[in-house]
């Protein structure tokens, strides 16, 4: 039985539902995520999605807490090694990639970069918690990696440019490139790349207030300030964002 309700996916972003309306009219049989933590994706992907196999990567060793399913295929590595992220999606060609790992902006851009290249067409990355990118997020250091205000365009700015462009029935040629990539973790030709191969980017940003506290646990605010009473920010500027890209 899935443990959604136990996911920040569901409780705390609200990203799920989300999800679900591209879901629609999909056949979705080989999934690649990123990132496991407890477990509890995994088990929704393998609830949701009956017929698929799901290839899971960590930078931690099987867990007790996992699932254990001949559907669940696992790999050990570090999200920082490009080559050990592209060996991973080179197992196969996806339906689905769900990037919910390290959320170090560097290491978004690069599972991004390699894994649009291993989606089938029509196939869905979908890049969670892209919020540790904006410069507003308010965790500074994760291990040795600085987030900070003066941090370098990343994959939120990037694919917000070419959306924005896309919108506008732009095309963005290698000025327009020139311009998105400046000060940025992508060169020129990388965003060219991206506007290629991407048919849709769809962006989402929780609007209202999370069920219950990720922290805590607690449903009960303090309502004035948008914060939990264990002091928890309820309502920060930069929180629960997530793209959902679709392949040409």
């Known amino acids: 039985m899935t443990l959604l309700h136990e996911s920040d996916k569901s409780f705390w972003h609200g990203f799920v539902d989300f999800y679900e309306s591209f879901f629609e009219n999909k056949k979705i049989e080989k ?21 698929s196999v799901i290839y899971g990567a960590d930078i931690l060793p099987i867990q007790k807490v996992w699932p254990i399913d001949k559907r669940f295929v696992f790999s050990q590595l570090d999200q920082g090694d490009r080559i050990l992220v592209k060996n991973f999606f080179s197992q196969d060609f996806f339906d689905l990639i769900i990037e919910d790992g390290s959320h170090i902006p560097a290491h978004q851009v690069l599972a991004l970069l390699e894994g649009v290249k291993r989606l089938n067409e029509g196939g869905l990355y979908i890049l969670e918690d892209i919020h540790t990118s904006h410069k507003r997020y308010n965790v500074k250091t994760i291990g040795s990696i600085e987030y900070c205000s003066q941090q370098k365009g990343n994959a939120l700015t990037v694919l917000l440019a070419i959306m924005h462009y896309k919108e506008l029935g732009i095309v963005i040629d290698s000025s327009k490139a020139q311009m998105i990539s400046e000060d940025s973790l992508f060169s020129k030709e990388e965003v060219i790349f991206l506007d290629q191969n991407l048919k849709s980017i769809n962006f989402y940003r929780r609007a209202k207030l999370p069920q219950k506290c990720y922290a805590c646990g607690s449903i009960d605010y303090n309502f004035s300030s948008l914060k939990c009473t264990c002091g928890v920010d309820v309502f920060a500027d930069a929180d629960s964002m997530t793209f959902v890209l679709e392949k040409r």
């Open 31 to 51: 999934i690649a995520e990123i990132g496991i933590f407890k477990g509890n994706s995994v088990r929704w992907l393998l609830e949701r999605f009956p017929n």
